[in-house]
């Protein structure tokens, strides 16, 4: 009796083996997202010589850099000069930063990723704006929390979320 109930086992065990490969087979593999690899603020980069002002919100706080001449100035501070080398940093990350993979779309998961709305007294997250010289919209994103690597592999990352747009995407840049 133990030998023919081993062999029942073994012969189930294998039909459920060839059913997995069959469904396996037939199933699609996930399609990734159209957006992932793309840039983020694409307007950016191409016209990074016309852009004239970079305003950061979060919560009660507002900073706004303005460009004049070769120099930024932080508007609030009555023009007080800006470092403009990590200007430049900043606006240079902004340019290459990508979408690596989608998060949530739920806005009550927002605040685990910190990127809620930016203007919400005690929010975490900061909307970032950035124009041209003439005050033309190049580009707006609310950047939350940074993913840092845990392995080391230099793959760090931040969340972001376009303003009025509900799904949250972890960028890299």
Do not use: H
Request: hydrophobic residues 40%.
């Amino acid at each position: 009796m133990r030998m023919k109930g081993l062999i029942g086992l073994l012969v189930v065990m294998a039909v459920a083996v060839v059913l997995a490969i069959f469904v396996e087979r037939g199933s699609p593999a996930p399609a990734a997202d159209p957006l992932a690899g793309t840039l983020v603020l694409p307007q950016i980069g191409p016209r990074l010589g016309d852009i004239g002002r970079l305003a950061l919100v979060r919560g009660d706080a507002k900073i706004t850099l303005q460009r004049q001449g070769d120099n930024w100035v932080v508007e609030e501070k009555s023009g007080y000069p800006a470092a403009a080398t990590k200007v430049r940093q900043a606006l240079l990350g902004l340019a290459e930063l990508r979408y690596v993979e989608p998060k949530t779309r739920r806005p009550d998961r927002y605040v685990r990723l910190e990127v809620e709305d930016a203007g919400k007294k005690g929010s975490k997250s900061t909307l970032v704006t950035v124009s041209d010289k003439k005050g033309s919209l190049l580009g707006e994103v609310i950047a939350g929390k940074r993913r840092i690597d845990q392995l080391g592999g230099g793959t760090d990352g931040i969340y972001v979320r376009k303003p009025g747009d509900a799904q949250s995407w972890l960028a890299r840049g």
